[in-house]
């Protein structure tokens, strides 16, 4: 009887072990997150999932942790929340410049298909005239506006890095509902443009 216990208990602990192989440690908001917040290792917990856990690639995984130290979380989160890199802003855009989140509907946008490094135009109709409000700004996040990433259904926010003169042409534009967001990674420089 000892000796079936045994074995019993043996095999148990192989199977936990041999679970813990096939999971990810992903983290999970350890309370309420506000947006806004620069994130940290004390506003999350970690838990463990099956490593084959449809869209685990989207969220933050304990080894990406560190990298992710000091983003801006772009929307409020809940506590025990799955905390997915598409809820994260990189801060600053380095070059003295700001960053600047354009709201716009993936039809207007390139199709989904921006990354971040991507350049991008942005144009607008000014006065019934359409006109390149912005040019070859740098994406540096995009963050989804609900849940599914940026192929999800409905708006994302594409942030950029914006010079102060660019941040107010670009708030004018999305005031007045009108925004394309080009994608223009090595199409070169628009004739008489001045950024």
């Known amino acids: 009887m000892i000796g079936t216990a045994a074995v019993l208990a043996f095999g148990l602990n192989y199977l936990a072990l041999q679970s813990k192989d096939n999971t990810t440690l992903v983290a999970i908001a350890d309370g309420a997150i506000a947006e806004g917040s620069p994130f940290s290792a004390e506003m999350i917990r970690l838990a463990a999932l099956p490593s084959d856990f449809e869209g685990i690639s989207h969220l933050i995984a304990e080894d990406d942790l560190a990298g992710f130290i000091g983003w801006i979380v772009g929307r409020s989160v809940t506590d025990g929340e799955l905390v997915s890199r598409a809820m994260l802003i990189r801060p600053g855009a380095g070059d003295g410049l700001r960053t ?49 990433g940026i192929s999800g259904v409905g708006p994302y926010h594409v942030v950029v890095g914006v010079s102060a003169e660019q941040a107010l042409a670009l708030a004018m534009a999305i005031d007045q509902g009108s925004i394309e967001v080009l994608r223009s990674t090595g199409a070169g420089s628009i004739p008489g443009d001045t950024g």
């Open 100 to 148: 600047m989140s354009i709201p716009v509907g993936i039809e207007h946008a390139a199709g989904a298909t921006l990354v971040v490094g991507d350049r991008v135009d942005v144009i607008s109709l000014v006065e019934n005239v359409p006109k390149f409000v912005a040019t070859d700004l740098e994406v540096v996040s995009i963050a989804a506006a609900s849940e599914g």
